[in-house]
């Protein structure tokens, strides 16, 4: 089968979806991915790309197709508009040209936000009468309006309505969550929605590279590690820590870099919070061993009901490490640890409870903690296992393809 992966990120930028085509590769598809020039999440082009024209390269055994855009570069919401509505267009227009004479027989769209780049493979499949399939990370125009970066009701209702077209021109919807199918399949119609999760890393757990980031193993160490950005509720992180202070022997250890770096470095020597520390960015490669040093990893997200329906890729990585992990959340992604017995859950947003169950697992015995990573394990490979969910992805891929050929011998 022939597939054509549209994305605006890909490697060498780090995203799930590296993993996902190298697996439908590994599973016999022929994949060819449609993406932009790296620039996440330093907003900068990697070094050896160009700004314009179409660029091309092979890795992991497919083909790399890259259409311009403009990079997000340091910040600011006219940036990062510019960037998102640059890969659509080019992506719709300059697409086509670059895979001209190609056959496809499913397109599979990697639906992170903004969705408006589906639009881009409706022209393709229009182009190339390919089945299209979506598979929806994250809920439009819920997630604009929680993260505040759209507040017009006027606005909003007109996104909607271009989710609506987008979900309705598709032949599959894939999501990530149980709990995104009410509402995607509300906007959907007609059009098909399965539940298909995310996988975890491809890498064997315990393995990796090894990194310079050392932990104090005097102190109980509770790893967040991913994107700091506004949905992650670090304000009530900082609160939880300040709470507890530094005479609990607790080091609260953030990884990663994103939209609130600046100011939670700001927060951090304002209030003197010496038991937390800003670690920055590191490979991907090292975090299996920054995750063996912890005692618990942490994940986090602000309330809400769209933000109640996801499950942070993240909890895959966690469950994968075998770690204790403390979620401050609500939902699904609470659901998911309290059901592998993989940790202690608190309800988001609120620092007494996260300091509470932070104090309640550095009190519980080492076996016990040791136990529930085992239990992650478990669950992980039950649910998470990345060649089992390679195989599933396969078949909504071939059922897509079937119903639309149905479909089109219906018409004829």
């Known amino acids: 089968m022939k597939v054509l992966l549209l994305s605006q990120h890909f490697w060498p930028e780090s995203f799930r979806i590296n993993e996902v085509a190298q697996s439908l590769s590994e599973q016999g598809c022929e994949v060819t991915v449609l993406t932009g020039k790296p620039n996440y999440p330093d907003g900068n082009l990697f070094p050896g790309y160009r700004l314009g024209g179409v660029q091309r390269e092979r890795h992991a055994g497919f083909e ?8 997000r570069g340091e910040g600011g919401a006219r940036k990062l508009v510019l ?125 990796g590279e090894p990194t310079a980031l050392r932990l104090d193993p005097a102190r109980f160490n509770i790893v967040f590690a991913g994107n700091l950005g506004t949905v992650q509720s670090l304000d009530c992180v900082l609160d939880a820590a300040e709470r507890l202070g530094p005479q609990s022997g607790m080091q609260w250890v953030l990884v990663g870099s994103g939209a609130r770096y600046a100011w939670l470095a700001e927060q951090v020597a304002r209030r003197g919070l010496t038991q937390v520390t800003l670690a920055g960015r590191l490979p991907p490669q090292q975090m299996p061993a920054v995750f063996a040093q912890a005692d618990a990893l942490l994940v986090s997200l602000t309330g809400g009901p769209a933000l109640s329906r996801t499950v942070p890729s993240k909890i895959q990585a966690y469950l994968a490490a075998g770690r204790p992990i403390l979620a401050s959340m609500d939902g699904e992604g609470a659901r998911v640890v309290q059901a592998a017995g993989a940790g202690l859950a608190c309800a988001a947003e609120d620092a007494q409870a996260l300091a509470a169950a932070a104090r309640a697992l550095q009190a519980m015995p080492a076996a016990q903690r040791q136990r529930m990573g085992e239990a992650g394990l478990n669950f992980y490979a039950e649910h998470y296992e990345p060649d089992r969910l390679a195989q599933v992805l396969v078949e909504h891929l071939k059922g897509a393809v079937a119903a639309r050929n149905r479909q089109e011998e219906k018409v004829q």
């Open 64 to 71: 790399i197709v890259r259409v311009p855009l403009l990079p």
């Open 83 to 207: 960037n998102y509505l640059s890969f659509l267009l080019c992506a719709s227009l300059q697409g086509p040209w670059a895979l001209r004479g190609r056959r496809f027989d499913a397109i599979f769209v990697y639906g992170t936000s903004p969705i408006l780049q589906a639009i881009a493979a409706i022209v393709l499949k229009w182009v190339k009468g390919a089945a299209l399939v979506v598979w929806v990370q994250d809920l439009w125009p819920d997630s604009l309006e929680i993260t505040g970066f759209v507040k017009s009701r006027r606005l909003l209702a007109t996104v909607a309505a271009v989710v609506r077209w987008i979900y309705r021109r598709s032949d599959l919807l894939l999501v990530q969550s149980p709990a995104f199918v009410a509402p995607v399949q509300a906007m959907a119609g007609h059009t098909p929605v399965r539940v298909h999760e995310n996988p975890g890393d491809r890498a064997r757990p315990g393995t």
